[in-house]
């Protein structure tokens, strides 16, 4: 029965004599099973209550560092904050680094920054540019670990990724969208923001891969450089509209949804199937007005979780753990919203 801790500690714990305890640990018998049961619940006990030893007392200070709407980034910010009383005995305290666009290199001025100054983490949503991968790297150097959250830089020198399996969420879209079209003739247009972001292109690619296999015959059209932004997305849009007048339904893996539904009604056009991903409070809003079919969504706070976990792993606050599994993918729809959905703009 290996463990760390003194018989006298274990003795303490469990309310047994110590030569009880020794008797069970060196397997000398002359005691009950009930006896040994209470000495391995004492023993699981004190490695628990060792943890959160580790943890009382400790502060983390965590850089958020993303491209992305603001929508997203304050659906990020307001997953964390729900989650940092979860995290005590630790204290994590959090500075957010947000931009929705702009070229890589003032990314990796952010990240340069903080690894001039110092941080316990960095939470980085980044495009998978070679830049921002020598800038995680120069982070990991600087001893500071790197988490990416919803989209991967897996040749980097991060310690973990969290979010959903972005391939299966692509054809989970596929499915709905083949479904809820069913015979109906119709060409469907696929939304990135960026192809520069690994998770809309494994996004695309599942999506891609399921309507190939299960809907050959039906066309997509892709746009993509909108950067999820209302403002970039409506000509794109409107203009894919103009080209095709097919289009019958939209997946939309980059966001901009305001401008896309706008798109379709200044064209006298009707979307019939949008499939989503988020709930942020505009997605939010939309689909409570039945303006969108369904949203993938997946849970940010726990996203948000473990990624501090990871952090603490990597300091030896917390134990070791295998790796992180994605997170499940939910399909909402205006009647299963989560208790949790956003129902305001949060400033």
């Known amino acids: 029965m290996g463990h760390p801790f003194p018989i006298r ?12 305890v020794d008797r069970v640990l060196n397997g000398r018998g002359g005691v009950r099973d009930s006896t040994a049961q209470e000495v391995r619940r004492a023993i699981a006990d004190l490695d628990r209550q060792r943890t959160q030893v580790r943890l009382v007392g400790r502060t983390f200070m965590v850089d958020i560092v993303m491209q992305s709407p603001e929508r997203f980034s304050t659906a990020v910010r307001a997953a964390l904050e729900a989650e940092l009383p979860a995290l005590h005995p630790a204290v994590v305290r959090s500075r957010f680094h947000f931009r929705e666009t702009g070229p890589a290199d003032g990314l990796t001025g952010v990240l340069d920054r903080i690894a001039r100054r110092g941080s316990q983490g960095v939470i980085l949503k980044a495009p998978d540019v070679p830049g921002v991968t020598d800038a995680v790297g120069r982070l990991a150097a600087a001893g500071i670990p790197v988490v990416t959250l919803v989209t991967d830089l897996p040749t980097s ?9 972005n391939r299966a969420a692509g054809a989970t879209a596929a499915y709905l969208v083949g479904q809820w079209l069913g015979e109906r003739p119709g060409n469907v247009l696929t939304s990135l923001s960026s192809g520069s972001f690994r998770n809309e292109e494994e996004r695309e690619m599942g999506f891609r891969s399921a309507m190939r296999a299960r809907h050959p015959r039906r066309t997509l059209v892709e746009i993509a450089e909108g ?3 209302d403002a970039t997305q409506y000509d794109l849009v409107r203009t894919a509209l103009d080209r095709d007048p097919d289009i019958r339904a939209v997946y939309s893996i980059g966001g901009g949804n305001i401008a896309t539904l706008r798109a379709f ?10 499939v989503a991903h988020d709930l942020d409070h505009d997605n939010t809003r939309l689909l409570r ?19 501090c976990h990871i952090v603490m792993r990597a300091h030896g606050a917390l134990p070791p753990a295998g790796p992180t599994p994605p997170s499940p993918i939910q399909v909402v729809t205006p009647y299963n919203m989560p208790t949790h959905a956003p129902t305001t703009k949060v400033r």
């Open 157 to 165: 020198a991060r310690v973990g990724c969290v979010g959903s399996d």
């Open 227 to 229: 950067q999820g932004l």
């Open 9 to 20: 500690e274990i003795a303490r714990q469990a309310g047994l004599s110590e030569a009880t």
């Open 265 to 274: 009604e200044d064209a006298g056009r009707k979307c019939a199937v949008f």
């Open 289 to 307: 007005e039945h303006r969108l079919s369904a949203v993938l969504h997946h849970d940010l706070r726990q996203d948000l979780r473990e990624a």
